[in-house]
């Protein structure tokens, strides 16, 4: 549809005819009782992404986090977390240098904690939406594995994560 | 351009591209005539939008199903059933073998015809479909969580396992019923002793709530053929209905030999009569040899059980449990409509088609108005039961289905069409050609007590000339039909995998929102299963090696493998870690004697590899999985039988 619209938005000439136009194309073939683009104004042109400059340690990516409360260290809560991470993220990370993806030693200090569990638990939208996951797949090519964990899980992982951090 | 030459230029063009386009249904009543742009538009599902039904069709002698969408006719999906497929492994890989595992041993093709849906009060509800095996008698249970192959379970005393596996309003069985006609037990005979020695055998096959297959009980009936079946539904639940064809009982040219009498026999099963004689304890214990296979989604294997006996009811001393409705001739399917009244008989040989009441029929009974007794089964007068005639709509009726709105489809293979009558008045109300040879018809619930009757579908035996000619082997095709109208309209040709004997289908909402997307590694039972790549490993015992190998985008672990030798049988047991939807990996290793094995997220499948001559063996992820998919590889080195390399294994070291 919008690729119908965009032309009479630039030329800005009769837009209302042409979104008429554009609503006798939607209509075309769907037997024309209801339209629910038809109370949407015209499209918008597309906003330049300001994500791009966000700070990578402010910016909480994208999914289902979007804020964790950190707290003190939970170091039991940190030991199922190494569990977890030593089953399922070992196969392509190290914590102390680079894999198949990034090491993750430092990862608390170079990542919002919601970046991370956004990372574990919605990697494939995060490596189509979010910039920095963007640049991470165009560097490591292999894109980070999704696998199917819990908010729960996530969590542990990243106190784990933090517990490393602390350690060092 | 003026406003107004501008206005008036986007009504005419708005108005060509309306008049283009034609509201749906509107061509009903017109005689058929489709504009092929007009039956383009009602089959055309946009990319990336869903089909409203999926449909199984039987691979007819490709011993598969395959899952199509309608009305687009698009094919999803080859389910390996009864057939080894090299593509997924099935029937090559460790786990899948023995679910092939027969009493005649290993068995890796059959001629799989009836899909049959699972049901609930009457009623498609999706949880499996059951297919029979046609020459080795079988039974299959498939998984539409999975759409893989869940259960297997061999037929004794049978001869071929033709007319199943039908099943019961509320999945309490699935029929079986031997075409060919054998001695029971089966032993070495003459011949020329058919007519005194050979018998039939009717068997239930009892599915539990989980879906397990047991052999319940058989029926032992005359040595004729027995073809099709159907259950009975609502008023008529309780019963199944069997066609049988050579009651001459002729051995030999049954072209000829079996096509004298008038009349065969519709049989009519009480099975919860059966019931009550088992539980009366008038069941013979019958020695038998059969195997029933199960895999479990737990560890991802088969176990093959040998079963040694099942229970035999003789009719002679089950009175009430058998009954012979005389139907002209040679009738092939049997199909009671929805309302569980009518029971109709499509007599092949014949150019009417009698259907029978079932009112009548029980009427019948409670009067003991029986023409003769055979083998200790009353046959019921003809007359007395028949509720009407379908008079010469066709040439070689062979199959029914019902639409629910009192309409039924027969189709007719001789002269080529599908025939609507109305199940009530048996008239004649339309015909539609089909291109060529229509066997079974399809539509979707339509041998159920809630047809969805909007499509048709005609599966074809034959195509000549429909396609473009792939040499002397044609594709076999199936055609869609609406049939929301007064009038059959032809939509749509589609070519299938293998013969698509006939099939099921059911609303896609049924099925979308169970369909499993991985499986959970944590809930792994396989015994060779390694669920982190730490735990990956090489182990030896004598000749015998286990590979413990991981994969996930884009590497195995172990990758580089020393100490292997010739001689040896190596069991590659790969465990795939993605825990992603839609993140297979395959493995093969060069010179394997089998097939790649194909491993879905969580899954663990083993590849049995014995290398013959020293060398270095490259392996490689067989299913596109990532950029860094050609990446996916390893060595295998293989010394001489008899050295010492040592064993070692590791990955990025």
């Known amino acids: 549809m919008e690729t119908e619209c965009k032309p009479t938005y630039h030329t800005r000439i009769f837009p209302s005819l042409f979104f008429l136009l554009a609503v006798f194309f939607l209509t075309g073939c769907s037997g024309g009782n209801e339209n629910k683009e038809a109370s949407a104004p015209p499209a918008q042109p597309e906003e330049t992404t300001p994500e791009a400059t966000a700070d990578p340690v402010v910016n909480k990516g994208v999914g289902p986090i979007t804020s964790v409360n950190l707290g003190e260290l939970d170091t039991e809560m940190a030991a199922e977390g190494k569990e977890l991470y030593e089953s399922l993220c070992t196969a392509c990370h190290k914590l102390d240098q680079r894999y198949i993806g990034p090491s993750l030693a430092d990862v608390t200090e170079r990542r919002s904690p919601e970046w991370i569990m956004n990372m574990i638990l919605n990697p494939t939208e995060m490596v189509k939406e979010d910039p920095e996951a963007k640049k991470l797949l165009a560097e490591y090519i292999s894109p980070m594995a999704d696998q199917n964990l819990s908010e729960e899980q996530a969590r542990k992982i990243l106190e784990y994560f933090r517990s490393i951090s602390q350690n060092q | ?653």
């Not at chain 2, 040879?437 to 159920?448: A, E, K, N, R, T």
């Not at chain 2, 996930?552 to 672990?557: D, E, G, L, N, T």
């Not at chain 2, 295998?636 to 590791?650: A, F, H, K, Q, Y």
Request: charged share 20%; proline share 6%; glycine share 8%.
């Open chain 2, 1 to 653: 351009m003026k406003p107004l030459s501008i206005i008036t230029t986007l009504v005419i063009l708005g108005a060509a591209w309306l008049t283009g386009c034609t509201p749906e249904g509107s061509n009903t009543g017109q005689g058929g005539a489709l504009s092929s742009a007009d039956a383009a538009s009602r089959v055309y599902v946009p990319p990336g939008e869903h089909d409203e039904f999926y449909a199984f069709m039987s691979g007819g002698f490709s011993g598969q199903i395959s899952v199509y969408g309608l009305p687009s006719g698009r094919l999803f999906r080859v389910i390996p059933v009864f057939s080894q497929d090299a593509e997924k492994g099935y029937g090559y890989n460790e786990e899948t073998k023995p679910m092939l595992q027969t009493s005649f041993g290993f068995v890796p093709w059959d001629d799989s015809h009836h899909p049959e849906l699972s049901q609930t009060d009457g009623v498609p509800d999706g949880r499996w479909i059951f297919i029979n095996g046609n020459n080795t008698p079988r039974i299959a249970r498939v998984d539409l969580s999975t759409f893989e192959t869940a259960e297997i379970i061999e037929i004794p005393n049978s001869g071929g396992n033709h007319s199943s596996p039908f099943i019961t309003a509320n999945s309490e069985y699935v029929v079986a019923g031997t075409r060919f006609s054998v001695p029971i037990p089966n032993e070495d005979m003459a011949l020329a002793e058919y007519k005194d020695k050979f018998k039939g055998s009717l068997s239930f096959i009892s599915v539990a709530d989980d879906g397990d297959m047991d052999v319940a009980f058989q029926v032992l009936v005359p040595g004729y053929d027995y073809d099709l079946a159907h259950a009975g539904k609502g008023k008529s639940h309780g019963w199944v209905f069997f066609t049988t064809y050579n009651t001459e009982k002729a051995s030999t040219l049954k072209e000829i030999g079996a096509s004298q009498n008038d009349k065969d026999f519709i049989a009519a099963v009480n099975w919860q009569k059966a019931e009550e004689y088992l539980a009366q304890g008038k069941a013979h214990e019958m020695s038998a040899s059969y195997y029933n296979n199960e895999y479990s989604d737990e560890n991802h294997s088969a176990t093959s059980t040998l079963k040694n006996s099942v229970n035999v009811l003789i009719p002679e001393e089950c009175p009430g449990l058998v009954y012979f409705l005389p139907t002209p001739k040679s009738p092939h399917g049997v199909d009671v409509d929805p309302t569980g009244e009518y029971i109709v008989g499509n007599g092949k040989l014949s150019a009417d088609m009698s259907v029978h009441s079932f009112t009548k029929m029980m009427q019948a009974i409670e009067n003991e108005d029986f023409e003769t007794t055979i083998d200790g089964i009353p046959v019921l007068n003809y007359e007395t039961v028949l509720d009407g005639i379908v008079k010469e709509a066709g040439l070689g009726p062979l199959h029914t289905e019902f639409d629910g709105k009192g309409n039924a489809y027969t189709s007719f293979f001789i002269s080529s069409e599908v025939v609507k009558w109305k199940t009530d008045t048996k008239e004649v109300v339309d015909r539609a050609p089909s291109y060529y040879s229509i066997g079974h018809l399809m539509i979707p619930g339509g041998d159920s007590q809630q047809p969805w009757g909007k499509y048709l579908v005609s599966l074809n035996k034959i195509t000549k000339d429909r396609y473009l000619p792939t040499g002397p082997e044609l594709t076999q095709s199936a055609q869609l039909y609406d049939i929301s109208g007064d009038k059959m309209e032809l939509l749509l040709d589609f070519p299938t995998v293998g013969e698509p004997h006939y099939a099921q289908a059911l609303p896609a909402d049924l099925l979308k929102p169970k369909s499993v997307k991985t499986f959970r590694l944590e809930d792994n039972q396989h015994p060779y299963a390694t669920v982190t790549e730490a735990d990956a490993k090489v182990t030896r015992e004598g000749n015998e090696v286990h590979i413990y190998i991981t994969s996930i985008r884009s590497h195995f672990k172990p990758d580089n493998i020393e100490g292997i030798r010739v001689g040896d049988k190596v069991y590659i047991h790969l465990t795939n870690l993605e825990q992603d939807w839609d993140v297979p990996h395959g493995l093969s290793v060069m010179g394997a004697n089998n097939a790649e094995i194909l491993v879905m997220p969580g899954q663990t499948e083993t590849l049995l590899w014995e290398p013959g001559k020293p060398g270095i063996y490259p392996f490689y992820c067989t299913d596109f999985c990532s950029a860094l998919h050609q990446e996916m590889q390893g060595y295998i080195r293989v010394s001489p039988s008899g050295s010492n390399t040592d064993l070692t294994w590791s990955t990025g070291e």
